[in-house]
């Protein structure tokens, strides 16, 4: 089992773009979440898929967007990227309300 | 809302000391609690979770927390510490084992 996986693992961007990030569930798992973790801090819950439906959203702007596919892949989507956006983003997957597991994260550098 | 509060962004101990790294929480209902710990440039792994069963709850890599309602603290300890700790712990809340508020975190140095 190949556990969480993202990609890509690091990637740069200047401000004004927009990026895709992506996420393939552990093997069994039908629920994604996705965290911003900027550098120093916890995680950031910004929002859950369940059945291709956003099921929950934290407290983040309209520009992050998301998706999920009938396999429960995932993409988060930013527009109108901001230096702040600069953050690890990880992608937690999960059996309906059960254990979350965490992938490695894509590291975002926005110029 | 709920939230967690970590006490100390920082902890250093020696090899062979007991780890206590401090976690407060704020529930309006009864929480779910997990500590997860952090290695350099990698993602989250779950260290334990309280789900109003035990207590005491006892984890992976001899760590081991204990909820106390009557002080909302949920700290984590391990009793004798290993150069393979040092790394970052943080500290979550949760109200359906989902929605996880976590806290700032916490670094653990272990001097040899």
């Known amino acids: 089992d190949a556990g969480v996986t993202q990609s890509p693992t690091h990637l740069i961007k200047t401000r004004g773009q927009q990026v895709t990030l992506r996420c393939s569930p552990k093997?069994?798992?039908?629920?994604v979440s996705w965290y911003q973790q900027a550098l120093g801090q916890g995680p950031q819950f910004i929002f859950q898929y369940y059945e291709e439906e956003e099921r929950q959203r934290g407290n983040f702007p309209d520009r992050f967007s998301g998706h999920q596919f009938p396999n429960y892949s995932s993409e988060l989507n930013v527009n109108a990227l901001l230096l702040g956006d600069s953050a690890l983003y990880l992608c937690a997957s999960s059996w309906e309300y059960n254990e979350q597991f965490f992938g490695p994260g894509t590291r975002l550098t926005v110029l | 809302a709920q939230s967690v509060t970590q006490l100390g962004s920082h902890v250093s101990v020696s090899e062979g000391a007991l780890v206590l790294l401090r976690c407060n929480y704020s529930?309006?209902?009864?929480?779910?609690l997990f500590w997860y710990v952090q290695y350099p440039n990698q993602g989250l792994q779950l260290l334990l979770k309280y789900t109003s069963a035990a207590t005491l709850v006892k984890g992976i890599n001899g760590f081991e927390a204990e909820f106390k309602k009557s002080e909302t603290s949920f700290h984590l300890t391990k009793p004798s510490a290993h150069m393979s700790d040092a790394a970052e712990y943080f500290c979550a809340v949760s109200l359906n084992n989902n929605d996880m508020r976590f806290g700032a975190g916490t670094r653990l140095t272990v001097k040899p």
């Open positions: 529930s309006s209902v009864p929480p779910y």
């Open positions: 093997s069994g798992h039908d629920t």
